[in-house]
């Protein structure tokens, strides 16, 4: 699991799960609040979690007969893959802190 790069406390699992199902949005520290934004790798990541899913669960389309239910199983199915393989995918996922800058007004005069 990786760190904060502000604080070096550890980031919350479940917060890294959410913000990686939620499209790589930044999460904040829940110690230091500085935000952390997802490194370039975690794309690749979220499309080898992505892979690995369809691999396991396309046999299931290929059962010879094909009707509602077995859609059914197979979406249900995928689903719970895709949960379970990014439950895993997490520890592996980093972090780049954020760099905002900030301008102030400076009165001159």
């Not at 604080?7 to 917060?15: G, I, M, R, S």
């Not at 992505?50 to 007969?65: D, N, P």
């Not at 094909?66 to 379970?84: D, E, H, Q, R, S």
């Amino acid at each position: 699991m990786d760190t904060c790069k502000k604080c070096k406390n550890e980031l919350d699992f479940w917060q890294v799960l959410k913000s990686f199902w939620l499209n790589y949005r930044s999460i904040k520290c829940f110690f230091c609040g500085a935000l952390q934004q997802h490194a370039d790798r975690n794309k690749l990541f979220g499309a080898f979690v992505i892979f690995l899913t369809l691999i396991f669960t396309a046999r299931l389309l290929f059962t010879g007969e094909f009707n509602a239910m077995i859609l059914l199983g197979y979406v249900l199915v995928t689903a719970f893959t895709a949960i379970i393989f990014s439950l895993g995918a997490v520890p592996f996922l980093r972090f780049n802190i954020l760099q905002t800058q900030r301008f102030e007004n400076k009165n001159k005069g």
